[in-house]
């Protein structure tokens, strides 16, 4: 038996309800591709070390680079000696406080809010000896 022959035994009929037509839009793909390489540690310690070298090459001798890290609700600020990372996801800072106390910070890449600061040079060193 059809369908339609049960409902008009009954007498019974259906409206017609109309339903629009719709058309869903075409998303396109992003035109850009990540590479998996950009996300690790290396990749950042390399944009690192290019915009210390850039602060750096704008200080006379007397002043060096100093690294400002907001962490913990900490604020500590140390002469940048040498960097480092370990590849996927951390990054190492190593330096000296103002007060002579050797700093080394291990953070991962995500968790790194640093900006450069103009300190005066504990430890006068021509700029050719500078790690950074």
């Known amino acids: 038996m059809n369908p339609d022959d049960w409902i008009n035994k009954l007498n019974f009929a259906l409206p017609s309800i109309g339903i629009p037509e719709t058309k869903i839009p075409r998303i396109e793909r992003p035109q850009f591709v990540i590479n998996a390489e950009q996300g690790?540690?290396?990749?950042?310690?390399?944009?690192l070390v290019e915009w210390i070298r850039d602060f750096d090459e704008s200080l006379d001798n007397d002043h060096e680079v100093g690294v400002r890290l907001v962490s913990f609700g900490q604020t500590l600020v140390f002469h940048l000696q040498d960097m480092g990372y370990w590849n996927p996801f951390l990054i190492s800072f190593?330096?000296?406080?103002?007060?002579?106390?050797?700093?080394?910070?291990?953070?991962?890449?995500?968790?790194?809010e640093t900006s450069a600061k103009v300190l005066s040079t504990v430890i006068l060193r021509e700029r050719s000896d500078r790690i950074i």
Not at 40 to 47: H, I
Not at 94 to 112: A, C, F, Y
């Open 40 to 47: 690790l540690a290396s990749e950042f310690y390399k944009r």
């Open 94 to 112: 190593w330096g000296v406080t103002e007060d002579g106390q050797d700093v080394q910070l291990i953070q991962h890449v995500n968790q790194i």
